[in-house]
T-cell receptor
């Protein structure tokens, strides 16, 4: 079967750095996406990785290792508004998005 | 606003009633997806269209669910004979080919 694993919840301090991990087992791989979702709102796109390595976009970076079936999202200089769920999704061999359950990130002052 | 829009935002219905939701994707996007999401879970795939063709439907989807995209633009999702287990957020997303998907604000369905 296809599976995406991410921690259920993480807590971090305002101004700090946090890394949210995602491991996947899918039938094929055509890219990995990270989305942010605030409570009661729709997911919004953060990043896309299809090749191994680090993609940096402002305070957010995403890393991919296809051989390990592993990705992480790195959030720097955390702000209170970063409190949200972070969803990892993998596009499989049929180009369908397989979603993780999301990691709820709680930022404390 | 040129984003994905969904209507209605909220729907409360009695068990056994039929409901229909509408999604207007970003105009140039050829792919349209429907997902269902419950609290604490990621989006669950329901079905997707490429232009007007429905290319895939989740095997988890019962025959009470049907979706259309008649002219390759807006789409509707109908649930017949609603059950309490259908209560969820129904999300629509659109994309241009294999690029990232953009989501609408969702329709929250409550079946009482």
């Amino acid at each position: 079967g296809q599976n995406i694993d991410q921690p259920t919840e993480m807590t971090a301090t305002e101004g700090a750095i946090v890394q949210i991990n995602c491991t996947y087992q899918t039938s094929g791989f055509n890219g990995l996406f990270w989305y942010q979702q605030h409570a009661g709102e729709a997911p919004t796109f953060l990043s896309y990785n299809v090749l191994d390595g680090l993609e940096e976009k402002g305070r957010f970076s995403s890393f991919l290792s296809r051989s390990k079936g592993y990705s992480y999202l790195l959030l720097k200089e955390l702000q209170m508004k970063d409190s949200a769920s972070y969803l990892c999704a993998v596009k499989d061999s049929n180009y369908q998005l397989i979603w993780g359950a999301g990691t709820k990130l709680i930022i404390k002052p | 606003d040129t984003g994905v829009s969904q209507d209605p935002r909220h729907k409360i219905t009695k068990r056994g009633q039929n409901v229909t939701f509408r999604c207007d994707p970003i105009s140039e996007h050829n792919r349209l997806y429907w997902y269902r999401q419950t609290l604490g879970q990621g989006p669950e795939f329901l079905t997707y269209f490429q232009n007007e063709a429905q290319l895939e439907k989740s095997r988890l989807l019962s025959d009470r669910f049907s979706a259309e995209r008649p002219k390759g633009s807006f789409s509707t999702l109908e649930i017949q004979r609603t059950e309490q287990g259908d209560s969820a957020m129904y999300l629509c997303a659109s994309s241009l080919a294999d690029t990232e998907a953009f989501f609408g604000q969702g329709t929250r369905l409550t079946v009482v």
